[in-house]
T-cell receptor, first 112, second 113 residues
Framework: KQEVTQIPAALSVPEGENLVLNCSFT??????LQWFRQDPGKGLTSLLL?????REQTSGRLNASLDKSSGRSTLYIAASQPGDSATYLC???????????FGAGTQVVVTP | SAVISQKPSRDICQRGTSLTIQCQVD?????MFWYRQQPGQSLTLIAT?????????ESGFVIDKFPISRPNLTFSTLTVSNMSPEDSSIYLC??????????FGQGTRLTVV
């Protein structure tokens, strides 16, 4: 059974610092991995999708890496801003039509 | 990317009543997913809704409690029946695009009193 873990559960940094969020999964036979952002009481916004054949994806200040063999993904957010304050979730999928299995999330606070 | 409209965005309901949540997508999709997020928890899949067939429910979720309709390729509804305070959660619908990237609606925040 796949288990997805996110460490740390919460993180507070001053504005301008780089953020490093970790996601680990126990079953390496994934189809893809996706990072999401969730603001309080809201839905999920897709940030980055990494297919199983890829090692990383980048979008603006965001970079996500994937190491399937070790069951790890890392989301880097450069030069954090107060607007980056949110909960970040990672999710893995098995098979193109499989369901997403989510980690518990990392709650990020960026202080001005 | 898919654009998903979910209604209502929030509601406060009396215990014992039912609420139907609507999910409208701006393109035709084969599969739609319904998730629940209980307070302070991550997302759990309730069921997968395919057009023209019965929804497939995950362990711990039953059709009598969470009936789902999927009348066409752009629309689905989830009903939360005979509600209790334990049903207070955010309910979200999700669809994959052609690259299997998942997109979510803005969620329905349900409070049962």
């Amino acid at each position: 059974k796949q288990e997805v873990t996110q460490i740390p559960a919460a993180l507070s940094v001053p504005e301008g610092e780089n953020l490093v969020l970790n996601c680990s999964f126990t079953d390496s036979a994934i189809y893809n991995l996706q990072w999401f952002r969730q603001d309080p009481g809201k839905g999920l916004t897709s940030l980055l999708l990494i297919q199983s054949s890829q090692r990383e994806q980048t979008s603006g200040r965001l970079n996500a890496s994937l190491d399937k063999s070790s069951g790890r993904s890392t989301l880097y957010i450069a030069a954090s801003q107060p607007g980056d304050s949110a909960t970040y979730l990672c999710a893995v999928k098995h098979g193109s039509w499989g369901k997403l299995q989510f980690g518990a999330g990392t709650q990020v606070v960026v202080t001005p | 990317s898919a654009v998903i409209s979910q209604k209502p965005s929030r509601d406060i309901c009396q215990r014992g009543t039912s609420l139907t949540i609507q999910c409208q997508v701006d393109s035709q999709v084969t599969m739609m997913f319904w998730y629940r997020q209980q307070p302070g928890q991550s997302l759990t899949l309730i069921a997968t809704a395919n057009q023209g067939s019965e929804a497939t429910y995950e362990s711990g979720f039953v059709i009598d409690k969470f009936p789902i309709s999927r009348p066409n390729l752009t629309f689905s509804t989830l009903t939360v029946s005979n509600m209790s305070p334990e049903d207070s959660s955010i309910y979200l619908c999700s669809v994959p695009d052609r690259n299997t990237e998942a997109f979510f609606g803005q969620g329905t925040r349900l409070t049962v009193v």
